[in-house]
C-alpha cells in the first residue's frame, strides 16, 4: 500500500473521518447551544419549506451533510417540551446527562437484550435501586420499558397468569371470565392492556369515582358490590388498578386503602404511577401522595416524564420478579446460555419481557442519577408541585379565571372565564389553548372534566420558574380578553 491508494473505508463508516468529525463536533455544539438556550425556543409551527427539507430526496450525502441536515432542519422543529412554559399534556424536558448517556450509547451500540456488557449490569442495579426507591421487598424485580403503556401489558400478563396457571401460555386464556376493575378515570393503557391481551376492554370494569378531600377516587363500597356481584354471576376478579398521578388532575388514589381492599378480595393491585410515583423522591407534602405504592403487586412508571430521561424509558417493576420470567422466558436455542463468555451473563432482559434486541434504557437513567442523584431530581419535582400551587394561587386571585379544582401535586385545571356558560367556557378555553401554542408564549392543552373543557397545566419541566408561571396566565388573561366567544 502506498500514500496514494484510494482508501478502503467500510460501506457505511465516513470516506474522510477528519472532515465528518469536524461536522460531528458542530452538531453536538449545536445541540448544546440548543439546550443552553432551550428558554428562547418555544414549539413554532413547521412552515411548508420546513417540511421539504424533510423529504427523503437527495439521499446518500454523507456524514458531513447528515450533520448540516440534522442542526438546520431537525434541531429547531422539537415539540417545545424543553422550554419552561410548557405545560401540556405530562412531558419531560431532558438534561445534558441524557444527552450525554445518548451519545455513548449509540458508539458502543450495544443490545441490551442481554449477554454480558456494561449496560446490562447497569440495568441489574437500576432495579434494585428501584426497589428501594418504592419500597418494594426482596424479591421484587422487573424490567426497563418503552414507558407506562408497555408496562401495563406486561404488568396484567403477569396477573392473569398468576391467576389463571403457567398453563395459560400454551393453551391461552380459553373462556375463563376474568374481572379488572380500575376507577372510572384511569388511563386509557389499562384498558388497551385488555384488549391486547384477549380479555377485552369489557372485562376491565370501571369504577364510578366519588369525591374526595381535594380529588375523586374509586368508590370502594361500589367496587365490593360490584366484585361480589361479579362472582355470583360466575366471573372471576382478579386485578385492581390504582393510579398515583392522574393525568386529568393530578389527583391520587388512597393507595394503602385500596391495597387493604385487594389483599382482602385476593386481587393483585396494579398501580399506574407514570408521573406520580415520583413524588415519592419529593419533600412532604407531596410525598405522602404516593405512600402505600410499596403496597403494589406492579408499578408502571416513567423515567422520560418526570426523572426528563430522554424518550423512551419506562419502568415496571413486580413484587415477584419470578413471573415476569414465568410469562416471557423460554429462549431459542441459538440463545442458550454459556458457561462463559458473552452469553454467560445470567440475568438477560429479554426473559422478563417480549423484546429481545432492544435499545439502550438503562444507560440515560443511570447517568441522570449519576448526574444529579435523587436529591436533585427530588428537588426539581418538588419545586414543579411548588410552582403548581403557585399557578393555583394565582389562577384564584385573577378573577374571573378559576380552578377546577384545588391543586394537589402538579397539575393546575383551571377556566379563563368561570362568568361564562360552560358550552361558552369550554369554547373559550380551546381556542386560548390553541392561540398560545401558535403564538409560542406558553404551552398549555386541555381537559374535559364536569361537562366541560378547562386548560390544563402539568408542570414537570425542571427549568420552569415563577416568572414563567405568572407571564403564561398574564398570557392567558390577555387571549380572554381578545378571543371572539
Ligand atoms: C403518560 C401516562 C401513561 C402512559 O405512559 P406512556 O409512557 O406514555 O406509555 C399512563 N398513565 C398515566 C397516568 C400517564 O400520565
Not at 381556542?431 to 392543552?445: K, M, P
Request: aromatic share 6%; proline share 5%.
Amino acid at each position: 500500500m502506498t500514500d496514494q491508494d484510494p482508501p478502503n473505508p467500510s460501506h457505511l463508516d465516513p470516506q474522510d473521518w477528519g472532515e465528518a468529525r469536524r461536522a460531528a463536533h458542530a452538531l453536538l455544539d449545536a445541540c448544546l447551544d440548543r439546550m443552553t438556550q432551550a428558554a428562547d425556543h418555544a414549539w413554532t409551527p413547521m412552515t411548508p419549506d420546513d417540511r421539504a427539507a424533510l423529504a427523503l430526496s437527495d439521499l446518500g450525502r454523507g456524514d458531513a451533510a447528515l450533520a448540516e441536515d440534522l442542526a438546520r432542519h431537525v434541531l429547531p422543529h422539537g415539540l417545545g417540551n424543553t422550554h419552561p412554559r410548557f405545560f401540556g399534556w405530562v412531558m419531560g424536558a431532558g438534561h445534558l446527562a441524557g444527552l450525554m448517556a445518548e451519545m455513548t450509547a449509540a458508539t458502543i451500540n450495544a443490545n441490551c437484550g442481554g449477554w454480558d456488557h456494561a449496560q446490562i449490569e447497569i440495568e441489574a442495579q437500576l432495579m434494585n435501586w428501584c426497589r428501594d426507591i418504592f419500597g418494594f421487598g426482596p424479591e421484587a424485580g422487573g424490567l426497563l420499558v418503552t414507558g407506562t403503556s408497555q408496562a401495563t401489558l406486561y404488568a396484567v400478563a403477569a396477573a392473569r397468569l398468576r391467576a389463571l396457571g403457567d398453563e395459560i401460555r400454551a393453551k391461552g386464556q380459553g373462556g375463563a371470565p376474568l374481572r379488572g376493575y380500575a376507577g372510572a378515570s384511569s388511563h386509557g393503557c389499562l384498558a388497551q392492556a385488555f384488549e391486547l391481551l384477549g380479555l377485552g376492554r369489557d372485562a376491565l370494569r370501571l369504577v364510578p369515582e366519588t369525591e374526595t378531600e381535594t380529588d375523586t377516587g374509586p368508590d370502594l363500597t361500589v367496587l365490593a358490590q360490584m366484585i361480589a356481584q361479579d362472582r355470583a354471576d360466575g366471573a372471576l376478579p382478579f386485578f385492581l388498578g390504582g393510579t398515583a398521578g392522574r393525568v386529568q388532575t393530578g389527583g391520587f388514589d388512597d393507595l394503602s386503602a385500596m391495597a387493604d381492599f385487594a389483599r382482602q378480595e385476593s386481587l393483585w393491585f396494579h398501580v399506574d404511577g407514570a408521573f406520580g410515583a415520583w413524588t415519592r423522591l419529593a419533600d412532604a407534602p407531596w410525598r405522602d401522595l404516593s405512600a402505600g405504592i410499596e403496597r403494589a403487586d406492579s408499578l408502571a412508571c416513567d423515567f422520560h416524564k418526570w426523572i426528563s430521561v430522554p424518550y423512551a424509558a419506562g419502568l415496571l417493576l413486580l413484587q415477584d420478579e419470578a413471573l415476569l420470567r414465568r410469562c416471557f422466558a423460554g429462549r431459542e436455542s441459538y440463545l442458550a446460555p454459556a458457561s462463559q463468555g458473552l452469553a454467560a451473563a445470567g440475568n438477560w432482559p429479554a426473559d422478563l419481557g417480549f423484546d429481545l434486541s432492544r435499545g439502550p434504557m438503562a444507560l440515560k437513567i443511570w447517568a441522570a442519577l449519576k448526574a444529579y442523584g435523587p436529591e436533585r431530581l427530588g428537588a426539581a419535582i418538588s419545586e414543579n408541585c411548588r410552582l403548581a400551587a403557585l399557578m393555583g394561587q394565582e389562577v384564584a386571585a385573577r378573577a374571573p379565571m378559576a380552578l377546577a379544582r384545588p391543586v394537589r401535586s402538579n397539575i393546575c385545571v383551571f377556566t379563563a372565564d368561570a362568568r361564562l356558560a360552560p358550552a361558552a367556557q369550554s369554547q373559550l378555553n380551546q381556542q386560548i389553548s390553541e392561540a398560545l401554542q401558535l403564538s409560542g408564549q406558553a404551552v398549555f392543552s386541555t381537559v374535559a372534566l364536569d361537562g366541560q373543557i378547562w386548560l390544563r397545566a402539568a408542570v414537570t419541566n425542571h427549568r420552569t420558574k415563577a416568572e414563567d408561571v405568572r407571564a403564561a396566565l398574564q398570557a392567558v388573561a390577555h387571549a380572554a380578553q381578545t378571543a371572539k366567544i
